[in-house]
């Protein structure tokens, strides 16, 4: 594949809602990275999956945030009943190897709360 | 939170100048990478710097990394419209599994 591919681009949701963000990396990357970005600002890590494993979650900012990874590619981001202070872009990101290589990062979902 | 990055600077620059802008940091480095983004085409990598490095090129691109001084610097040179974006500076930290990124710099290349 030629980069990394997030779905849907877009989503309205109603407050209350849940959600699921997918995200496709590059293939073969072995790190996964999600990251929230809000209006104006740069953006602010969530979770870190080295293949499989979950490894660092300490970004989520609650337990209505959830991430997997079950087969070491495809990665799902899910919020769940949904608050408009979750509006923000969300864009998932992945690298080679190690943790500190350069991250590649796919376009985002928008994600509007009403 | 963003980490310890100065106030976000807003550029209004002619086609054909220098734009150059800036990142400073407060704790200790593995390496600092620039990221451009518009609404076009998203975040994308520009260049990475490391700790035991000062000074990269890349293209139109110059980074210099000054870690007494904890800053880092972005130049781009002969700008073209096509360089209006958002540029962030990312921290690789010691110890961290993450980027940390400052709020970023706008720059507009008026043609």
């Known amino acids: 594949g030629a980069g990394v591919s997030q779905s849907p681009r877009y989503k309205v949701a109603k407050r209350g809602q849940d959600v699921a963000l997918r995200c496709d990396p590059i293939?073969?990357?072995?790190?996964l990275f999600w990251y929230q970005q809000a209006l104006g600002q740069g953006p602010e890590f969530l979770t870190y999956f080295q293949n499989e494993a979950q490894l660092d979650k300490s970004g989520l900012p609650s337990d209505r945030f959830f991430a997997e990874r079950p087969e070491g590619s495809v990665s799902t981001l899910k919020i769940q009943r949904t608050q408009q202070e979750d509006s923000a872009v969300y864009l998932c990101?992945?690298?080679?190897?190690?943790?500190?290589?350069?991250?590649?990062f796919g376009p985002g979902t928008r994600l509007t709360v009403l | 939170s963003q980490q310890g990055e100065e106030d976000p600077q807003a550029l209004s620059i002619q086609e054909g100048e220098n734009a150059t802008m800036n990142c400073s940091y407060k704790t200790s480095i593995n390496n600092l990478q620039w990221y451009r983004q518009n609404s076009g085409r998203g975040l994308v990598h520009l260049i990475l710097?490391?700790?035991?490095?000062r000074e990269k090129h890349s293209g139109r691109l110059r980074v210099t990394l000054d870690t007494s001084k904890k800053s880092s610097s972005l130049l781009i040179t002969a700008s073209r419209a096509a360089d209006t974006a958002s540029y962030f500076c990312a921290r690789w930290i010691y110890g961290n599994n993450r980027l940390a990124f400052g709020k970023g710099n706008q720059v507009v290349v008026i043609p």
């Open positions: 990101a992945s690298s080679p190897r190690d943790t500190t290589d350069t991250q590649y």
């Open positions: 710097i490391r700790s035991n490095e």
């Open positions: 293939s073969g990357h072995v790190s």
